[in-house]
C-alpha cells in the first residue's frame, strides 16, 4: 500500500502514483462503456461506475483508484437542479443569487441520497488491491458553480455575493461543508481509503478571501474528517500563493501544480505535510520522450520530501495519448526505487 | 503626468490610475457605438478607434488612455486568418501545427499594415491632454491563439509543439517577436507615450517553460524598445511565480494581479520597478462600498513602492457598473494625495 504509506509521510518502496481524471475520455474502453450519455447517468449505476473505475487501474498499474463519480453528484442528489454538459461542465437552470435560494440546499442524507455511490465503493472494495479514494468537491468551487450557473473564468459573481452578502456566502458555504463532510464521511465508511477534497478553482481567490471566505468551511471539514484515520488530501489549480493556508486548513497531503515546484511547494507547507503533483497535463500531449524528461524532474524536484505521491498538477485531458501515461507510471516506478 | 512619472518611479502628486479594457462593454456609450459588429472593424476605422478611446478618458478622469485596438490586429493585418468572435475571442480557421505554417507569419510593415492604428494614434495625440499607452501581443499569448486555434484553458497544443518541436517554437516566437516590436516602435513613433504588452496567459507556463521557452524573445522586445525612452509596461495574469522572471525579461513596470500583494510583488520584482494593479475586476461586481474598501487596501499595499500605477488586476468585466469605477478613480484620486 506504497500510495497511503507516501500520504503518511511513511516510508515506501516507490514513490506511488496515479492520475486525477485516469478514468476519462482519454481512455478508449471508457468512451465504449460511456458512450455520450450524462455522467450523472454513469454514476448512479454502480456496475457501470465501479468497471469506470477500474478499468485505468487494470491498464497502467497504478497505486491507487479514484472512485469514479464528479464533485457536483451530492448536488444533484438533493435536488438542487445541476446538470453536467458535455465539454462544457456543470449548469444549473436557476443560479443561486439571493438568501432564498439556500433553502435549496437541503441535508443529505448520504445512505439515501448517495445510495449508488455508496454501492460502487462496496463492489469496488471486493475488486480492487490498491487503495480507493472517494472525494468531494469543496465549498467554495461547488458554490461557484451554483452562483455563476456553470463553469467561469471570472466568478465574478461568485465574487460579488462573497464580498456584498457575506451573510448568505457564509451560510452557503457552512451548508455545502456539512453535506461535503456527511458525504466523505459515508464514503469512508462504505470502503474508501483515502479522501480527497477538490477545491480546483480556489487559485482565484486572493488570500485575504481565502482566510476570510473559504478557509473556515474547508478546515470544519478536514477537522470533522480527523477521527476516522484516513489520508485527506487538498487539491486546487493554481494556489501557489494559497500553498501555506491549504496546508493550514487541516489537510495531510496537499495537491500542487506544475508552476510551483515541490521544493518550493515542501517549503510553502512546511515541510511536515505530504504533496501531490505535480507533472503538467498539458505536457502530456507531447512525444513521450519528453514527458519522460518532466516525469524525472518532477522526481528529482521531490527528492527529500517527507511523503510523495506522484500525480498530474490537474486532471488527464482527453486528447492524452493512453500510452504516454503508461509510459509515467513504469518510469516513476524503475526510477524510484528506494 | 502623473502617470509617466509613476512609470519611472518619479514623485506623484496622487497615484495615477487607468484600467485595463476601460473602453469597452461596461460603457453604454461604447455600445451605443460598437453594436455587434467585429472589433477588427472598429479597430480599422480611426475616427471610431478615437472615439471609443477617449470614451472613458471623457467619463472617468483617468490618468493614461490605451488605444482602442486588440492584441491580433497585426496578425489580421498580415493575413493570418484570425476573427475575435464576440463573446469567445481570437479563432482562427486553420491553426498554426507543424513549420510549414511559419510561413504565413510575414514580417510586418507597420506603415502599411497598421496604418489605421498609426492613424488612430495620430488623431489622439491632437486630442488627449493625458497620455497614450500603446500595446501589443506578447509572443507566447499570441502563439497560443495560433496554435490552439481559439482561447484554451490548457495550452495543452501549445505546449505540445513548443516541447515536442523547439525549433519551430522558436522560430515562431522569434517572427512573432520581431513583428511586436515593430508594431510598438510604430507606436511609438505615432506618438504613443507608453507601451504595454500583454502576455496574459504566461501565468499558466512553468518556471523553466517560462525562461527557456518564453523569455528570450520577450526579452528581445524590451531590449528592441530600450532606446525610446518610452515606459514599458510588463504585463500577465496568474504569474505570481514568474514575476521576478517577468521584470528581468526588461519592463519598466510590472503587471500584477490581485493574487500577489503589491508588497509581495514587490519583494519579488527587486524593489526597483513600478508595479501597476491589482484590483481584482471581479470584486468591481460586488456593492460599491465593498470596492472602494478593497480599492483602500491596495493604495495601503502600495505604500513605500517606488512606483505604483493603479489598475485592475486584468480588464474590465462587462457587467460592471460604470459607476463603480468611477468611485475608484475619485478614491484613489482623493486619498493618495502626496
Redesign the interface.
Known amino acids: 500500500m506504497r500510495f497511503l504509506a507516501a500520504c503518511r509521510c511513511q516510508p515506501v518502496d516507490r514513490t506511488p502514483v496515479w492520475f486525477m481524471r485516469q478514468a476519462g475520455r482519454s481512455l478508449p474502453e471508457y468512451r465504449a462503456i460511456r458512450g455520450d450519455g450524462s455522467i450523472l447517468k454513469a454514476v448512479a449505476n454502480p456496475d457501470v461506475a465501479a468497471e469506470l473505475t477500474l478499468q485505468p487501474v487494470r491498464r497502467y498499474g497504478v497505486d491507487a483508484a479514484i472512485l469514479f463519480s464528479d464533485i457536483v453528484v451530492p448536488l444533484a442528489a438533493i435536488g438542487v437542479g445541476i446538470e453536467v454538459e458535455p465539454g462544457r461542465g456543470p449548469v444549473l437552470d436557476q443560479p443561486f443569487r439571493r438568501e432564498a435560494d439556500l433553502s435549496r440546499l437541503r441535508p443529505i442524507e448520504p445512505e439515501l441520497d448517495l445510495a449508488p455511490v455508496l454501492e460502487t465503493i462496496r463492489l469496488l472494495r471486493a475488486e480492487l488491491d490498491v487503495p480507493l479514494i472517494g472525494f468531494a468537491g469543496a465549498p467554495f468551487t461547488l458554490a461557484s458553480y451554483l452562483v455563476e450557473g456553470g463553469p467561469s473564468r ?7 455575493l ?3 452578502d457575506p451573510a448568505t456566502w457564509h451560510r452557503m458555504l457552512d451548508a455545502l461543508a456539512e453535506n461535503c463532510l456527511a458525504s466523505l464521511r459515508a464514503q469512508a465508511s462504505a470502503g474508501a481509503q483515502a479522501l480527497q477534497l477538490f477545491d480546483s478553482w480556489a ?6 478571501e481565502y482566510r476570510d471566505f473559504v478557509m473556515p468551511a474547508t478546515r470544519r471539514i478536514f477537522a470533522g474528517l480527523s477521527d476516522l484515520g484516513v489520508p485527506r488530501i487538498h487539491f486546487g489549480v ?1 494556489t ?2 494559497l500553498l501555506d493556508l491549504m496546508a493550514e486548513a487541516g489537510a495531510d497531503v496537499v495537491g500542487v501544480d ?4 515541490l521544493q518550493d511547494a515542501a517549503e510553502r507547507t512546511g515541510r511536515h505535510l505530504a504533496l501531490q503533483g505535480n507533472l ?4 502530456c ?3 513521450v520522450g ?1 514527458v519522460e524528461d ?1 516525469a524525472r ?1 518532477v522526481l528529482k524536484d521531490a527528492a527529500g520530501l517527507p511523503g510523495h505521491v506522484f500525480n498530474l498538477g ?1 486532471g488527464v ?1 482527453p ?1 492524452t495519448d493512453p500510452g504516454v501515461l503508461q509510459a509515467v507510471v513504469d518510469l516513476v516506478h524503475e526510477e524510484s526505487v528506494r
Not at 471570472?154 to 460579488?160: D, E, H, L, V, W
Not at 487559485?203 to 485575504?208: A, F, H, P, Q
Not at 503538467?280 to 505536457?283: R, S, T, Y
Open positions: 471570472t466568478f465574478g459573481r461568485t465574487k460579488s462573497m464580498h456584498g487559485g482565484s481567490l486572493s488570500r485575504r493554481g501557489g500563493e506544475w508552476r510551483v515546484s503538467d497535463p498539458a505536457i500531449l507531447a512525444p519528453v518532466a524532474q490537474h485531458l486528447e
